[in-house]
């Protein structure tokens, strides 16, 4: 059995606590909005997908339980609640994006006549519901097309030894995964030697998830520390890097988690290639680059403390930005439910695919 990071059913949402693991498995119960913002902003789910679709449904439980006779306050409330939930955490741009559909469609069904306030909550709800199912189908999409990618790359018919980063499995989505999806599927073809994952500094989300995720399918992997990139590439044969995004610009700078930039300028001196695994859903049109991508800052004790055990020196000066811009120049190609594209690409086909595009 796959992981679940998120059971829903209808009226009832609870996430698998991530800060947790990988020692113990508790599931939390979000009734609400403010629940929603607060397992985000803690990290308890984290990832791009996850946290717009736990966002989103955290919106459609407090409705369900709410009885409001007036489309235009119930317009109203979801447009503040959801922006309400994209100021969670900054990076990921999807759920960000997810929420203007939604406002979008609620505008829609509002100024519709036909549409009663119970079938303006149905049809909504629905359509927040319908998030889990196209996750799981788009990130089994990219995992297609991202194994087809690197097996073209590779001169002859041999096996492929992948670096990953951070975690993009079935934790950081609905289910399958973006990056680790690509893995997931080269294994699943028996196309995969190995997998090489990063312990992912500050908060460990490569030791604590990715190692857990990879262990749980039965992958065979290898934990490195963020300092033996270099070394790993240098003396391994790594076929090819293979991470997740937050938010891609127009023309294809991507944020990640910090250490990825340093990830792609290693590759780039080896001659490995850097491929980005996401959704159309973590394209930021609205960017023309990378500059103005509001880059997260977390606390301090991220960095001081593993747990409830201090590492660093008690007074000094931390900085943690939580992701780093990664330039179009140094990734080989943008893995996405449509195909792979290269980054000058990306405009291209994002008019004919995202139905909202920001202004
Ligand atoms: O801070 P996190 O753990 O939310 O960061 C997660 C990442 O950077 C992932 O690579 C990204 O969100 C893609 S998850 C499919």
């Known amino acids: 059995m796959s992981l679940e990071s998120i059971r829903y059913k209808r009226g009832t949402l609870e996430i698998l606590d991530q800060l947790l693991l990988p020692l113990q498995t508790r599931y939390v119960k979000v009734q609400g909005v403010e629940d929603g913002w607060k397992v985000i902003n803690k990290m308890q789910v984290r990832g791009a997908p996850a946290i717009a679709i736990v966002g989103c449904l955290s919106l459609a439980v407090e409705l369900l339980k709410e009885v409001i006779d007036d489309k235009k306050v119930m317009r109203q409330e979801i447009e503040g609640k959801l922006n309400y939930l994209v100021s969670a955490r900054p990076t990921a741009v999807n759920i960000k994006l997810a929420a203007d559909e939604l406002i979008n ?4 069904l509002s100024a519709d006549d036909n549409v009663s306030p119970s079938e303006f909550k149905d049809r909504f709800i629905s359509s927040i519901e319908g998030m889990l199912k196209k996750d799981i189908e788009d990130n089994k999409a990219i995992g297609k097309f991202g194994c087809e990618a690197i097996l073209n790359s590779l001169k002859g018919d041999g096996l492929v030894r992948i670096l990953t980063h951070c975690n993009t ?20 073809s028996k196309k995969l030697e190995h997998v090489y994952c990063t312990e992912t500094r ?22 490195i520390v963020d300092s033996m990139v270099s070394a790993l590439m ?17 023309n294809g700078d991507t944020a990640n988690k910090i250490g990825t930039y340093q990830i792609a300028i290693v590759a780039k001196y080896h001659g490995v290639p850097f491929y980005v695994a996401a959704p159309l859903s973590s394209i930021d049109m609205s960017l023309k680059s990378g500059e103005r991508i509001k880059i997260e800052e977390r606390p301090d004790r991220e960095m001081t403390h593993i747990g409830e055990h201090r590492i660093a020196a008690p007074g000094i000066n931390c900085w943690n930005p939580s992701f780093d ?32 595009v920001p202004k």
Do not use: C, W
Not at 105 to 108: D, E, K, S, W
Not at 175 to 186: C, K, P
Not at 202 to 223: C, D, F, S, V
Not at 328 to 343: H, M, Q, R, Y
């Open 325 to 356: 811009v990664t330039p179009a120049s140094l990734i080989s190609g943008i893995i996405t439910e449509k195909g792979v594209f290269a980054p000058n690409q990306l405009k291209d086909i994002i008019y004919m695919h995202q139905t909202v």
């Open 234 to 250: 240098n003396t391994r044969n790594i076929t090819a890097v293979v991470v997740g995004a937050d938010r891609v610009a127009a």
């Open 169 to 188: 499995g079935s934790l950081a989505t609905a289910g399958y995964g973006t990056a680790l999806g690509v893995i997931r599927y080269l294994h699943e």
């Open 202 to 223: 500050p908060y460990n989300q490569g030791a604590r998830l990715t190692a857990y995720e990879l262990i749980h399918e039965k992958i065979p992997a290898t934990l």
């Open 105 to 108: 469609l609620a505008n829609t």
